[in-house]
Structures are given as C-alpha cells and as structure tokens.
C-alpha cells in the first residue's frame, strides 16, 4: 500500500518527540505493582518494642469486645447488615494476625528535642529492636522511621538519625524488605535532593545497590504545594530524584495549621486539604510514587468513643473513594474501623469489578457482560481487586475461582509496565496473613 510521509519525515518526528519519550519512559514508569499498605501507624520511638504491633492488636479487640464485637461495631459506624457480617470475622483475624501494615518509629514531632546521647541510643535501639522483631516474626510488612526534617534547626540531628538507624540495621541484620523512611516538613525541592545525597552516601558507604534507601515525603507545609516561584515542587519531584520517592503523605494538622485554619476545623476534609491532596494526587501520577491521606486526632476513648468510630470510619471511606488508598493511625482503637471501612469498600465493589474482569479478560461471550471497558478501566478493576487482596478484604481463592486470574495475572493486568517480579517483598505470603491462612 502507498504511503506519503517519507522515511525523513518519520524520523524528524520521532527527533522530535525523543525527549517526550525520555521523560515519559523514566519520570512515568507507573506504579511497580508492590503492595502498598492500608495505613501507617506513628509511635514515638522510645515507646517502640518488638511486640508493639501484637500488643496494638489486644487493645483494639478488646476495645470491639467491649462493644459488642466487630460486627456491631460495625453496624454502629453505618454498614448495613449484611456488609458488617461479611468483614466480621476478617477484620477479627486481621486484628490478631496483621493488626499493623506500616509501622514508623517517630523521630520527629511524636518524640520530640530529648538530646543527642538519648537519640542515639533511641536510633540504635530501635534498629536493633527491628530485627528482633524480623527474627521473631513480629514485625509488620512494613516498618521504618521518621527523623527531623531538614531544616535547619534539626538538620544535623535527622541526618545523624538515618545515619544511626540504617547503619545499626546493617550491623545487626540487615534491612528489612518493607523498609520505610519518611522525611517530615519538606518545603522545597532542594531538601528532597539532600535527603536523597544523604541516602546515596549512605549506600556508598555500605556497599548498598543504587536506590536501596527510598523515603517517603510528607506534605505538610503550604511551600511545598506552592513555590515562591510561582511553581508547584510537587510536580518536580520524580524528576528531582528519579525513583527516590516511594510516597506523599499529607499531613493533616501541620498543614492546616500553617494556613491558619483554626484548631476546631483542621481536618482530613477541609477545603484546603482536599484541594492540596488533589495537586499531590496530579503531581504522582503515573510517576510510581504513592498517596497517604493523614489522620484523625478525634480518638475512639472513653464516652466519645462510637463517635470517634463513625468519625473515623467514614474518613477512611471518604479517603479511599477519591483515591487514596492508605492513611495514618493514631491509636489502637483506630485500628478496628480502619479495617472495618477498607473491608466493607473493596468487598461492597468486589461483585461489579470481579464480574467485569471476567468479561474483559475473554469471557465475555459467555458472560452476558454489558458494560465494554476501555483497557484503562481494567487496569483499574484489577489495581482494585488486588488491593483487596493484599490486604485480606478478598481471598485469592474466590478471585480465581469468579475471574480465573491469580495475583500474578492481577499485577500483570495492573500494572502492565512494572509486573515482573512485583509481589515481593511486600506481598501477604506468610503463614501468619490473613489471605494465606483463610484462602
């Protein structure tokens, strides 16, 4: 067949789009298909122990016994009847076999100015604590620190931290899989980039692979959203320090603070909060790099407690309908509606996105499928199904038995460009996940 572009004209395109093609191929990857925790969970670092995570687990079953069990609470906090029963009893075995996902050993406003000898032996001690943990069988998928930030004021000492803590890791050990760092306070562009020299060295300095040591970003000041130049550093920052990022996590009260938003009416769902988890949101995508919503501090204790639940579960559910699938935890007794209302929304959605998966994965024929998904969409329904998985709301079994798919083909669905090898080290594979034991 004839054609009339020439050879030459062909070529000056693609000249002319090879940066585009660069940039598209290194700043947008997408997402590597890992599992991303439901939630992260803050404890200042001299009350960290191996046996946190189990002891946070009693508590929050006590505190649902105490009224009347999961399924009531349940109810309590707005399910209908017949979703409150079907996430009972995972959310009861969550709670005693994986009651946290995430766990951040705080360096920073969670701990506090103690001195320099007492956070030295705190970072030592925690790493070492770590590892007994790993050993043990008692550390979460997940686990990490948050130093000081990078301003000047505490600069030396959250770098000294890193330093301590990754050095101690490596001592006694090594570094756990799920090993996550995260940097508070970032205002500019600048400090990303000295976090990421500071990983760099350290990695030099102990014969790490290149890109070992990524962190988190949190967005808790109003300069990282909007620059004194105008600009957004959020959006510079995958190019910054390509493949350094893991995360943003917005932080609720810093932010709403440093707006001026009075105490009463700082919130996850304030105006300027969503409007600055929408840049966040604009900013990553495609790039790899993962949201956290913040917290509630509006705790489930004492008289105020089924309020706190309902206040609680709903931010949750609020979080993960606009796409942010991860959020912080306060305290124990956030943990039961934490996966009360991730349960009830990967369970309540799964029916639609299973049926459809199977449609769209050559079944469609015989399905009776009415709805014609563009290939975007079934990444999406995958990228949902999977989710649920990992965290236990969805058993591999019922999805290989509705869609035909495993985890494999899920990752490979969705996340075509980063599958291989995307279940480790952080997907639920132990004799202990809820997933594993119940499938």
């Not at 509630?296 to 931010?315: F, I, K, M, Y």
């Not at 559910?317 to 509606?337: I, V």
Request: charged share 20%; glycine share 10%; proline share 6%.
């Amino acid at each position: 067949m004839r054609t009339a572009l020439s050879a030459v004209t062909l070529a000056a395109i693609d000249a002319r789009l090879a940066a585009t093609d660069r940039l598209l191929a290194t700043a947008y990857p997408g997402d590597d298909g890992s599992r991303q925790p439901v939630h992260t969970v803050y404890v200042p670092a001299d009350r960290y122990t191996p046996e946190l995570p189990a002891l946070w687990g009693r508590d929050a079953l006590a505190a649902v016994d105490g009224a009347g069990g999961v399924e009531a609470v349940a109810v309590a906090v707005g399910l209908d009847d017949a979703t409150a029963a079907a996430v009972a009893s995972g959310v009861e075995q969550k709670l005693v076999l994986e009651p946290i996902e995430d766990l951040r050993v705080d360096f920073e406003d969670g701990y506090g100015d103690r001195g320099d000898d007492v956070e030295d032996a705190d970072a030592v001690r925690a790493a070492k604590r770590i590892i007994a943990a790993e050993g043990a069988g008692f550390a979460p998928p997940f686990v990490g620190i948050r130093i000081k930030s990078l301003e000047a004021a505490t600069r030396a000492r959250g770098i000294r931290t890193l330093d301590l803590f990754v050095t101690a890791l490596l001592e006694h050990g090594g570094l756990p899989d799920g090993l996550a760092l995260t940097l508070p306070k970032v205002s500019t562009v600048a400090q990303v980039e000295a976090m990421a020299d500071a990983a760099a060295a350290l990695e030099r300095a102990h014969g790490l692979a290149d890109g070992r040591l990524r962190f988190e970003v949190q967005v808790e000041t109003p300069q990282v959203v909007l620059g004194a130049d105008g600009r957004s550093p959020l959006a510079q920052l995958a190019t910054a320090v390509p493949g350094r990022i893991s995360g943003l996590h917005y932080g609720t009260y810093d932010y709403s603070a440093a707006l001026g938003i009075a105490a009463r009416y700082q919130s996850m769902e304030h105006p300027a909060a969503d409007l600055a988890k929408g840049l966040m949101q604009i900013a990553v995508a495609g790039t790899g790099i993962r949201l956290s919503d913040g917290s509630t501090n509006v705790l489930p204790v004492g008289a105020g407690t089924n309020e706190a639940w309902r206040l609680h579960a709903r931010l949750v559910r609020r979080s993960l309908e606009r796409g942010f699938p991860q959020g912080w935890d306060l305290h124990p007794h956030q943990l039961p509606t934490r996966f009360i209302a991730t349960y009830a929304f990967y369970r309540e959605g799964y029916a639609e996105a299973s049926a459809r998966l199977r449609n769209a994965t050559g079944e469609a024929s015989t399905a009776g499928g009415a709805v014609l998904d563009e290939p975007a969409t079934v990444r999406a329904l995958a990228g949902f199904v999977l989710r649920g998985v990992r965290c236990g709301a969805i058993l591999p079994g019922e999805v290989a038995a509705d869609t035909g798919l495993d985890e494999t083909a899920l990752v490979a669905l969705a996340h075509p460009r980063r599958a291989t090898g995307a279940t480790s080290p952080t997907s639920p594979t132990s004799p202990t996940s809820p997933s594993s034991t119940t499938s």
